[in-house]
């Protein structure tokens, strides 16, 4: 009985003993390798020109709002339409205007009569006075009536010309003729002073506000020529650099640098995202490791760039990058000159994945 009962666990033992080797078994990995093309490192000559980006706007352009609370009564354009100087473009209520108009209209008239009637006192009593037959006391006191009457009525014609200057500010007129770019507002909604209503820009003539670091910033002079890259439209242009600025204090150690756009045929339109190359005198060229914008992987606040290893499968390569030239990035950290990295794929490449160079 013993012996059975030490055979049945020796077969208990040896059955889990083959259990477990069986989990232990590595699975195979059948996934299609993806096809890539590799591209050897390269190295440029550097700090020819320094590289920012910036965004297209009219050189003319204009936030039109209102120094009026009210509802808006009417828009009388729609984006893209052309609109020339004075034309009106939105009317905002003006009920409480009118009222204080017709009140101020009934001031000017009760203050005329009085003034009038002051003016005719001064004149008669200026006469009685000459001839003796008023006293200065009395003329004192009349001439002194008199021009308490004029200030009246001169206020009241102030106080005119204020409402009238304010039912401007109900009246959104173009201030230059160009096209309406954007509403930020409808019909029926509450204008607030200082709030943007619509904008205005007068076509043709466009510029780039690019921000410079504090770097760089010094080697950025006024009126020197730069180029502009448009790659939406795939054109480079020239400018002129017409404005540095030299306060960061409100972005965050970015100094604004404002180039003009000169004439071309290209259609630029605002928004359009550029890239402004600098012109930068430096002292010497130094070689440093350039790889393309297309090859760079981001992930959150990582770059880096998929390199391929001794196994044949992709690997992914942090990098420390520098400045943008162009269409490529200067790695500073990361990559040596003598390394290949992968520039595209046909498929998804993640860390281990299986490659095919092409």
């Known amino acids: 009985m013993k012996n059975k009962y030490i055979i049945g666990l020796f077969s208990i033992a040896l059955f889990a ?19 890539v093309t590799i591209s050897p490192v390269s190295q440029e ?60 209209n009934a001031g000017i008239t009760e203050a005329t009569a009085a ?13 009685l006075f000459n001839e003796n037959s008023a006293s200065q006391k009395e003329l004192d006191d009349i001439t002194a009536n008199y021009n308490v009457a004029k200030a009246r009525l001169e206020g009241a014609k102030q106080m005119k010309n204020e409402v009238n200057a304010q039912f401007s500010y ?34 043709g003539k466009f510029q780039v506000l690019a921000m410079v670091p504090e770097s760089e910033i010094l080697q950025i002079k006024a009126n020197s020529e730069v180029d502009v890259v448009l790659k939406s439209l795939g054109e480079t242009l020239k400018g002129k650099v017409v404005e540095v600025s030299t306060s960061a204090k409100n972005t965050g150690g970015q100094y604004m640098v404002k180039v003009v756009l000169d004439q071309s045929d290209a259609k630029v339109m605002s928004g359009m995202y550029a890239t402004v190359r600098f012109p930068v005198e430096t002292k010497e060229s130094n070689e440093t490791v350039m790889l393309p914008k297309e090859a760079i992987v981001t992930k959150g606040q990582l770059t ?18 520098g400045r943008t030239i162009g269409d490529k990035v200067e790695v500073l950290s990361g990559m040596s000159s003598d390394e290949q990295y992968i520039v595209s794929a046909e498929g998804k490449l993640y860390n281990g994945a299986k490659i095919k160079i092409q």
């Open 17 to 35: 003993t083959s259990c477990g080797d069986g989990e232990k078994k590595t699975v195979t990995d059948n996934s299609p390798a993806v096809t």
């Open 45 to 104: 000559s550097s700090s020819t020109f320094l590289t920012t980006s910036g965004k297209i706007e009219a050189v003319n352009s204009a936030n039109l709002s209102t120094r009026m609370m009210g509802y808006v009564d009417r828009i009388y354009v729609q984006i893209g339409e052309k609109v020339g100087k004075g034309q009106q473009l939105i009317s905002i209520s003006n009920t409480d205007l009118s009222a204080k108009l017709a009140q101020v």
């Open 115 to 127: 003034y009038n009637n002051a003016e005719k006192d001064f004149n008669r009593f200026t006469v």
């Open 170 to 203: 109900t009246n959104i007129r173009a201030p230059f003729s160009g096209t309406v770019t954007n509403k930020f507002i409808k019909v029926g909604d509450m204008a607030n002073p200082g709030m943007p209503l619509i904008e205005v820009e007068a076509p």
């Open 304 to 321: 880096g760039v998929y390199t391929v290893s001794q196994t044949n499968t992709a690997l992914l390569r942090w990098l420390r990058l």
